[in-house]
C-alpha cells in the first residue's frame, strides 16, 4: 500500500511541475514576443533616423559632411532613442569602425551565421538571448543601399580619396571598408532588463 502512495504521489508531483512548466513557458513566450517587438521597433527606428540624417547631410554637403555629422551625433541619436524606448540601442561588427563597437565572442557567432545564411541566399531573423539580469535582442545590419557604400564599400571603387582620408584621421583602427551590397555590416544590439 505505501508503495503505491509513493508512487501516485510521485506521478501527481511529475504532473504538477509539468503543468507548472507548461504555465511558466506560455508566460516566457508572451514575455519574448514582447522583447522581440520592442528591438524590432528599436531598430527600426534608429535605422530610419540614422539613414535621414546621413542621407540628408550626403545630398545637402557631401559625404565628408556626413561622416563629420555621424562622428558627433550617430551616438547622442542612439541615446536619445534608447531613452524614448526604455531600452539601450548599440550597434556592433566584427568590421568595427568605432572600437567600442566591436563585437564579443557570442556576437561574432551570431555574425558567422547571419554571414553564411546571407552567402546561401536563406533568410536572416533576429536573435533574442537571454541572460539572468537582462535579454538582448540582436537584428543584422545589411549593407541594403549604394548610400552605404560611399564609407563602407571598396576603399579603391566606391570610397573618394577624401572620404577615406577623413575617415583614417577620424578613425586611425577602421575596419569597416570593403563591404558589397547584401554583405552584413553587423548587428543592432538591443539590451532590455529583466
Known amino acids: 500500500m505505501n508503495k503505491l502512495v509513493v508512487i501516485i504521489g510521485f506521478a501527481l508531483s511529475v504532473f504538477i511541475m509539468s503543468s507548472c512548466n507548461q504555465q511558466s513557458t506560455q508566460l516566457d513566450e508572451a514575455t519574448k514576443k514582447e522583447w522581440l517587438t520592442k528591438g524590432k521597433q528599436a531598430t527600426k527606428t534608429l535605422s530610419a533616423a540614422l539613414l535621414k540624417q546621413l542621407s540628408g547631410q550626403i545630398k545637402e554637403s557631401g559625404t565628408v559632411a556626413a561622416i563629420n555629422y555621424c562622428n558627433l551625433n550617430a551616438l547622442a541619436i542612439t541615446d536619445s532613442i534608447s531613452e524614448v524606448l526604455g531600452v539601450k540601442i548599440s550597434r556592433v561588427s566584427h568590421r568595427n569602425r568605432n572600437p567600442n563597437n566591436k563585437a564579443n565572442t557570442y556576437e561574432l557567432t551570431l555574425i558567422e551565421d547571419y554571414s553564411s545564411k546571407l552567402a546561401a541566399n536563406k533568410a536572416t531573423t533576429t536573435t533574442l538571448y537571454t541572460e539572468k539580469t537582462q535579454n538582448t535582442f540582436y537584428a543584422p545590419i545589411i549593407m541594403g543601399i549604394p548610400t552605404c557604400l560611399k564609407c563602407h564599400g571598396n576603399t579603391e571603387a ?12 577620424k578613425y586611425p583602427a577602421d575596419k569597416a571598408t570593403g563591404f558589397k551590397m547584401g554583405e552584413l555590416r553587423g548587428l543592432f544590439k538591443v539590451e532590455f532588463e529583466k
Not at 566606391?158 to 584621421?169: A, C, G, N, Y
Open 158 to 169: 566606391d570610397i573618394e580619396p577624401e572620404v577615406l582620408q577623413v575617415i583614417s584621421k
